[in-house]
């Protein structure tokens, strides 16, 4: 019994272990106009959260360098699906840094209510800046984002 009690609160003192910072929390209804909105997607905002229909959003964002960060934010879907002939799967929750260096949330298409998501990454030396990714990639529907916090891991 001791042994499964153990097993089941490991994760979460393992959490509260880490000493977190946080490092941004976006206000869409101050930082919507600051996301570029690739050809074919439409932002709104709605109860505070970020709408995006059929396509992609990005924003750049500073970071510090020599880093680990992670990502969090709350994603609700309305019947995501890939377009024809497309290799994505559908929500699109990630950054790029540099030429090639991505990271992100698993991606998902259906419709689902608001699911907590998150992924780290490794800030390596020399990058300041990332593009955070919101949306669909090659794919069509609407995904609603709430919540979005970037902290630094120490």
Do not use: C
């Amino acid at each position: 019994m001791r042994k499964l009690l153990f097993a089941l609160l490991l994760p979460f003192i393992a959490f509260a272990a880490e000493d977190i910072e946080l490092l941004h929390h976006e206000d869409f209804t101050k930082t919507a106009q600051q996301y570029k909105v690739e050809k074919g997607a439409r932002i709104a905002v709605e109860g505070g959260a970020l709408r995006i229909d059929d396509g992609l959003v990005t924003r750049s964002l500073p970071i510090p360098e020599g880093e680990t960060l992670r990502f969090h934010a709350l994603l609700r879907a309305e019947n995501v699906r890939k377009k024809e002939k497309a290799h994505w799967k559908g929500t699109r929750f990630a950054i790029l840094m540099g030429k090639d260096i991505r990271a992100g949330a698993p991606t998902r298409d259906g419709s689902f209510d608001w699911t907590p998501v998150s992924f780290k990454v490794d800030v390596p030396l020399g990058i300041k800046k990332l593009e955070l990714q919101l949306g669909m990639k090659d794919a069509e529907g609407t995904l609603f984002v709430k919540d979005l916090t970037l902290e630094i891991i120490k």
